[in-house]
């Protein structure tokens, strides 16, 4: 069974890669969780768990993908190729647990 998980957050590393820019991803309002960049990657590619953002009302599925450079990131179904759509969530706050 897959498990599905709403990210509504990102912590992002000022770099100017829009690829390269989110380093953690996070969501649950009862028990918040964050994840590494990678971590998040990891468990999309395993095919175990499946990310989406809130978008008017509706899911938007969060692909794991490799940019032009080679660099691995992730986006949601609705954006081209930059993750444009997880740069506009808003801020992890700095004391959410870190989970896998």
Not at 6 to 11: G, H, S
Not at 23 to 48: N, Y
Request: proline content about 5%.
């Amino acid at each position: 069974m897959i498990k599905r998980a709403e990210i509504t957050c990102v912590a992002q590393n000022g770099r100017h890669s829009s690829y390269e820019r989110i380093t953690h991803v996070g969501g649950g309002k009862a028990k918040p969780w964050k994840l590494t960049i990678k971590e998040a990657i990891k468990l999309v590619d395993s095919g175990k768990w499946q990310f989406y953002v809130m978008h008017d009302d509706a899911p938007v599925k969060v692909e794991a993908l490799n940019s032009r450079t080679g660099c691995r990131y992730l986006k949601t179904a609705n954006d081209r190729n930059e993750p444009l759509d997880l740069l506009t969530l808003p801020d992890c706050p700095a004391d959410e647990t870190v989970s896998g």
